[in-house]
Nanobody, 125 residues
Framework: QVQLVESGGGLVQAGGSLRLSCAAS????????MGWFRQAPGKEREFVAA????????YYADSVKGRFTISRDNAKNTVYLQMNSLKPEDTAVYYC??????????????????WGQGTQVTVSS
């Protein structure tokens, strides 16, 4: 089990930036794959970005490629999502999630066993 706590959400104007953080505890973070997902009002949850357990591979949704960057700091047991050039359509609750898979590939949602409580990101036009 991994406990996850997100932070860093807020209100920002279009074109601005935010950095989300997700602090993990309860399991060796360095052997845990991490992902970011989001859910906008009235919409299904969608994948945003992920980093493999080794940190060797990162994955992004097409809608955020070139604007968002996922990174991990194993010394701090934290995964980050740097979000630049934000758009109103990025408005959503953002969740981080942990997977115990060692596969170096884009993991499906159901392979993420633990989820944080979410942090709200609102982008105004």
């Amino acid at each position: 089990q991994v406990q996850l706590v997100e932070s860093g959400g807020g209100l920002v104007q279009a074109g601005g930036s935010l950095r989300l953080s997700c602090a993990a505890s309860g399991r060796t973070f360095s052997s845990t794959a991490m992902g970011w997902f989001r859910q906008a009002p009235g919409k299904e949850r969608e994948f945003v970005a992920a980093v493999s357990w080794s940190g060797s591979n990162t994955y992004y949704a097409d809608s955020v490629k070139g604007r968002f960057t996922i990174s991990r700091d194993n010394a701090k047991n934290t995964v980050y999502l740097q979000m630049n050039s934000l758009k109103p359509e990025d408005t959503a609750v953002y969740y981080c999630a942990a997977s115990f898979s060692y596969r170096e590939t884009l993991l499906p949602d159901y392979e993420y066993a633990n989820w944080g409580q979410g942090t709200q990101v609102t982008v105004s036009s």
